[in-house]
């Protein structure tokens, strides 16, 4: 009897180690299937979550949130009531990508309200084109002539705009200078050797301009060295019978005594002699052997002169 007993009471320990064992690896089992139902549920709830966003964010209006948001919302209460909640779910999110089509096709309508269309584009294209047009420069050209109308060809044209805006050119053969000119009032001044500077306000609005600038020459005629034209001075020594006295000297001084310049000269076999001069105040002497000198007053006024002394014998 003892026997039996202990031999039943073995196996009943070994049935409860068993079933111990059995109801620990259940538990393992249950454990790691709960983990990966955990797991496969995250993901499919953040697969979800990412294409309501995309959705909602194709929405170009307030109306078609909200609009999902009802559905969404009824949604909800259907997950509620009923006891398997994927399809409701699967419905709102089937309702949802058809509200995120429609929210696309807005999106379009909108594009083309924006101005987006062919006709938009052209009209922004040609308003581009008149603002670019009206910055294009254009050309101004200056010639540049004297009181005869003839070209001056060795005049020097400026064009100042101010602020900084400064050009200068010399003209052609044909006393003419071009200059690309945006719009805006400009100074042109044009100037040569021998002529008084000239200067002229000039617009320029949208179109080419012409203007002529006349050059006054200037009053005394003289170069930049100031240095006049000579003139000639002929002097003839003759005696009280009008016959030449070839053996006389002529000499002339400047007005400017005792600071001014002397020259001599001996006449030649006709008695005369000749002197290069310029404009001015003269005194010319003569004087032979055998004759008293003899004195007179010349002036040089723009052309040759020619004068007769006449000496008397001692």
């Given at each position: ?6 031999h ?50 194709s ?72 603002e ?19 070209p ?9 705009g ?46 080419n ?48 005594f ?38 007179t007053?010349?002036?040089i ?14």
């Amino acid at each position: 009897m003892r026997r039996n007993a202990r031999h039943q009471r073995a196996k009943s320990r070994s049935i409860q180690t068993s079933v111990q064992v059995l109801l620990t690896v259940s538990g393992i089992v249950l454990l790691l299937a709960g983990l990966a139902l955990a797991a496969s549920g995250a993901s499919v709830g953040g697969a979800f979550g990412a294409v309501s966003d995309e959705w909602d964010e194709s929405a170009p209006t307030d109306d078609v949130g909200s609009a999902d948001d009802d559905t969404a919302g009824s949604g909800d209460e259907n997950d509620g009531s009923d006891a398997d909640g994927s399809n409701d779910t699967d419905e709102t999110d089937s309702g949802d990508q058809n509200d995120g089509t429609e929210d696309g096709g807005g999106g379009d309508d909108g594009s083309n309200d924006d101005g987006s269309n062919d006709d938009g584009s052209d009209s922004d294209s040609n308003e581009t084109d008149n603002e670019t047009g009206a910055d294009e420069p254009h050309t101004l050209t200056v010639i540049a002539e004297d009181d005869a109308g003839d070209p001056i060809k060795d005049a020097t044209v400026e064009v100042d705009g101010g602020f900084g805006s400064f050009e200068q050119q010399d003209v052609d053969k044909d006393g003419e200078a071009e200059f690309e000119l945006e719009d805006g009032q400009y100074t042109v001044t044009a100037n040569a050797d021998g002529y008084n500077e000239t200067s002229e306000q000039v617009e320029i609005d949208g179109e080419n301009e012409t203007i002529t600038l006349t050059l006054e020459s200037t009053d005394d005629g003289n170069d930049d060295t100031g240095d006049s034209s000579p003139y000639t001075l002929t002097t003839i020594v003759e005696d009280e019978d009008g016959n030449p006295i070839d053996n006389a000297t002529v000499e002339l001084q400047d007005g400017s005594f005792p600071f001014g310049s002397t020259e001599k000269q001996d006449v030649d076999d006709d008695g005369e002699a000749e002197f290069e001069v310029e404009d001015g105040q003269y005194t010319v002497t003569a004087n032979a052997e055998g004759y008293e000198e003899t004195t007179t007053d010349v002036e040089i006024d723009g052309k040759d002169e020619t004068i007769t002394l006449t000496l008397v014998e001692n």
